[in-house]
């Protein structure tokens, strides 16, 4: 079969995870639409706006020059951006909480222009809007994501995966993230990966190495679940295992369908932004990079 990237199957840490957790919640996250708008549906909450905020703020130091990239407040920067996570935008029910995440993330900038480490350093970055490769040409499946910041290490050109955490929470060892980001960085680029961290923002002033994945048996586990999704896909069978009465990563999404959310606005994917009752949200919130 020749490669084509609008009839693959496209994969990530984060629709791969959805499926691991439930395959009816990935199809309402990953392939449904309304019926309405065209659009997919996203459930917004204080943890997502704080953590798309806070990332977005980072992130984009990386394409600053390396003596410019503080010379403006980060403070200043999360505020700039903030409107678009204001109120029911960012899933806040009143000023209050809202102000309580708005600090959270100004406590964590503050943090990071203090003890700015390998951010203060050279920056690659991939050459890509959204990193991808071709995990598998024969089963017409790519697998895609988004890399928080690569430092540059010139004596050996060779790169540091960092992945920015906002919640306090620290990532399970058996995560698929690390692995899927040194796959995508050895795929999309030329450098060698040396090293590859979390940095909880929130609680350390320094990233947290971690050690290397074993790449082929990490590129075959992510295949054989990717594999999975192309089938389920293939046959519209994407049921959740808890049975008609749904778990915890699918029945949010369900209330959406039942009409138990309020729809806040259309993002820049052209996603569908709800929030929902308080008693009706998953605790499980999450980021997607």
Known sequence: MPKDKYTATWVSHTSLSDYIKCPRAYFLKNVYKDPQTGHKIQIMSPSLALGSAVHEVVENLSVIPTDERFSQSL???LE???DRYTGKKGGFTNTDQEFYFKERGKAMLRRVMDYPGPLANKAVKINQDLPSYWISETDNIILCGKIDWLEYFPETDSVHIIDFKTSRKEEESE???????????????????DKAS??????????????????????AEILNIARQIKLARKLDRMLCPAGNDGCPACRP???????????VWVNHYRQDVYILPKEEQSVGDSIVL
């Open 75 to 77: 403070v200043l920067r």
């Open 80 to 82: 700039s951006i903030w």
């Open 175 to 193: 995560s698929l993230q690390l692995p899927i980001y040194v796959l995508l960085v050895n795929n999309c680029q030329k450098r060698k990966v």
């Open 198 to 219: 979390y940095w909880y923002l929130e609680l350390n002033e320094e990233p947290s190495e971690k050690e290397l994945p074993d790449t082929i048996k990490a590129e």
């Open 253 to 263: 999404l369900e209330a959406i369908l039942r009409g138990e959310g309020e729809l």
